[in-house]
């Protein structure tokens, strides 16, 4: 089986939610590369599931995940 092949990237982030994504990271035993990874699938998969249309003003993506909105 052949490797996949992997790009780095630089990330930058406000300081307070790499602290939150390193902290699930912990909480699931996992890197926070990977944490990273499967944030970024389940973002994107959230796109397909609800259009690419970006949230309201003043709407974050836990209102609309709880509301099912």
């Not at 035993?29 to 397909?48: M, N, P, S, V, Y």
């Amino acid at each position: 089986m052949k490797p996949i092949k992997k790009k780095p990237y630089t990330l930058r982030l406000e300081t307070c939610l790499g602290e939150r994504i390193e902290q699930w990271a912990r909480d699931n035993r996992r890197t926070f590369t990977a944490e990273i990874g499967l944030l970024i699938e389940q973002g994107i998969e959230w796109r397909k599931n609800h259009g690419d249309k970006p949230l309201s003003q003043g709407e974050t993506l836990e209102k609309t995940v709880s509301t099912g909105s």
